[in-house]
């Protein structure tokens, strides 16, 4: 029986403008038009090959055939999960997805610590009258430098007035990369856990908290009913009404880095940039490449959870040196794994990464 990504394979015409959108081409041995051409002739493909991609999404929205290249990655990893050949670092990160329900195997009953440590009540879900899940990421709830992120939403939310709630160590991993690097069955899982909790608790509006979280929720959990957004919506929203209103200047020059999950892949450019330019003082730039030709960080995929074997510059590294010949004294995004990725060449370059969330908490 054949695949629906087998049949769209076969309508390649090997344009080639999946690899020239490619993050990865001609950097590393991943090339996204062989690998399309070898699935057309079902030929043997090195096992470490389809581990390179990152999921920007870039080849499959160039492609003019809609041949989904992507997809047909999902699909070769799927083979390898299926034969116990992934990196270990992959094996690990599935291990604990399964038992703790986040890649990382921290205590599921510390999934909601990053509230305990706010001055401000943060409620549970249940006891809410708007029914409004504030949803956090895997990363943002256990690593402390992005554990800030939730945070600041959180208090900037309250501010506002938005009225939310959360489900603590009832949440679970969206699966969002699970579901990128082959395990199909495990995503399925966490998503089902995930959508009981919604059903139980009645929510009627997620705002996710990560761009991967939202892409999960809103495009591959099905019709849930369920109004999805990514806080930078709200925050931008709630700036243009005036139910929080930035007082204080951020005179530096700052630069946003568009997020593969939140721009290219589900066209939202505006709304972050309207949040830096709504802060006095604040000088907005913009990288040669931005919007939907972002260059991608490299941290989807599972690539925030293992190392490949290949010796390049990464793009973490070409991105802060622009920023270097741009004068800018700050990275800005929305994303926690483009915080991740990025803050460690920028420390050596001598700028700040910060979430726009951090930015905006400085000027409230």
């Known amino acids: 029986m054949v695949s629906q990504t087998q049949t769209r394979v076969l309508t390649c015409i090997q344009c080639g403008k999946c690899t020239g959108s490619c993050p990865e081409a001609g950097r590393t041995p991943f090339n996204i038009r062989m690998l399309v051409r070898k699935k057309q002739f079902q030929s043997v493909v090195e096992e470490s090959i389809p581990w390179y991609c990152t999921s920007c999404g870039a080849c499959t929205l160039r492609c003019p055939r809609d041949v989904k290249p992507s997809e047909m990655i999902i699909e070769m990893r799927s083979a390898l999960v299926e034969n ?187 709304e972050p940039r309207s949040i830096l330019n709504a802060i006095e003082g604040l000088e907005p730039l913009e990288f040669s490449r931005s919007r939907e030709n972002s260059m991608c960080c490299e941290g989807g995929g599972g690539r925030m959870f293992f190392e490949v074997e290949a010796t390049y510059q990464r793009n973490a590294e070409v991105r802060v040196q622009e920023a270097v010949e741009k004068e800018a004294e700050v990275i800005a995004t929305s994303c926690p794994f483009c915080v991740m990725t990025l803050e460690d060449p920028a420390t050596e370059k001598g700028i700040t990464v910060k979430e726009l969330s951090e930015i905006l908490m400085e000027v409230l």
């Open 84 to 270: 116990g050949a992934i990196p270990a670092a992959i094996q690990k990160a599935l291990e604990n997805t399964f038992v703790q329900k986040n890649p990382w195997g921290r205590s599921r009953a510390k999934r909601g610590a990053w509230f305990e440590k706010l001055d401000i009540e943060v409620p549970h879900i249940s006891e809410t009258e708007s029914k409004r899940l504030l949803f956090t990421c895997c990363i943002q709830a256990y690593d402390p430098r992005c554990m800030v992120i939730p945070q600041n939403v959180a208090t900037i939310l309250t501010k506002g007035g938005v009225e939310f709630g959360v489900l603590g160590e009832e949440e679970a991993c969206c699966g969002n990369e699970i579901r990128r690097v082959g395990e199909s069955g495990l995503f399925e899982e966490l998503q089902e856990e995930n959508k009981a909790a919604f059903e139980e608790y009645g929510v009627k509006e997620i705002i996710a908290l990560s761009p991967h979280c939202m892409n999960a929720l809103k495009k591959e959990y099905g019709d849930l009913g369920i109004k999805i957004v990514h806080y930078t919506e709200v925050l931008a929203a709630m700036i243009k009404e005036g139910s929080i209103v930035p007082k204080g200047s951020f005179n530096k020059k700052v630069i946003y880095h568009d997020p593969c999950f939140l721009g290219k892949q589900n066209g939202i450019f505006d």
